[in-house]
């Protein structure tokens, strides 16, 4: 079966800082494109970046650029999210998503993992 | 950026009822429009891929069509299990999702 597993998620402090993770299997995590989505508590879904399956490209929303780093180890079949300089705009539900290379909509996606920033 | 306005923000319908959403972008997107089916505490579902090719497993209900500027979904007969929020999504130009209809219970 093929599935996108995330985790990291949690509670931390404004100005504070988390690692998401999203670890592929079942299929060539290589062959894809990876992107990471959120969604705000009862808002709807952002996209936030994504990285080129050799990680030749990337790309992230005004959002979260600069703050935010999008990695992925196709070794390990992961990938990242680096976030830093969290403030509470930045909790919700973080979803990790696959989509082959080129144009191409995600066509699976992770569970998600919730993040909350707050004192 | 390409912005995605969906309309209407919420629809209250009966079973058995024809739906439809409209999902409008900024500038021309070709074809390059998805729709998703999301319930809550879950990740969105794919429906309709390319502006009117329907997912693999996707019941043939659910159809979409446009392209440009202007797109639709639309449910032929509306079923218990398709109480949810649909979203459009652009992948012409990275991925901008419009901002959802809630389809309720009349």
């Known amino acids: 079966e093929e599935q996108l597993v995330e985790s990291g998620g949690g509670l931390v402090k404004p100005g504070g800082s988390l690692r998401l993770s999203c670890a592929a299997s079942?299929?060539?995590?290589?062959?894809?494109?990876m992107n990471w989505v959120r969604q705000a508590p009862g808002k709807g879904l952002e996209w936030l970046s994504s990285i080129s399956s050799r990680s030749g490209y990337i790309y992230y929303a005004d959002s979260v650029k600069g703050r935010f780093t999008i990695s992925r180890d196709n070794a390990k079949n992961s990938l990242y999210l680096q976030m830093d300089s969290l403030t509470a705009e930045d909790s919700g539900v973080y979803y990790c998503?696959?989509?082959?290379?080129?144009?191409?909509?995600?066509?699976?996606w992770g569970q998600g993992t919730l993040v909350t920033v707050s004192s | 950026d390409i912005q995605m306005t969906q309309s209407p923000s919420t629809l209250s319908a009966f079973v058995g009822d024809r739906v439809t959403i409209t999902c409008r972008a900024s500038q021309s997107i070709s074809s390059w429009l998805a729709w998703y089916q999301q319930k809550p505490g879950k990740a969105p579902k794919l429906l309709i891929y390319?502006?009117?090719n329907l997912e693999s497993g996707a019941p043939s209900r659910f159809s979409g069509s446009g392209s440009g500027t202007e797109f639709t979904l639309t449910i032929s007969s509306l079923q218990p299990d398709d109480f949810a929020t649909y979203y459009c999504q652009q992948y012409a130009h990275y991925w901008t999702f419009g901002q959802g209809t809630k389809v309720e219970i009349k």
């Open positions: 079942g299929f060539t995590f290589s062959d894809y494109t």
């Open positions: 998503a696959r989509a082959p290379e080129g144009v191409s909509h995600p066509d699976n």
């Open positions: 390319k502006a009117s």
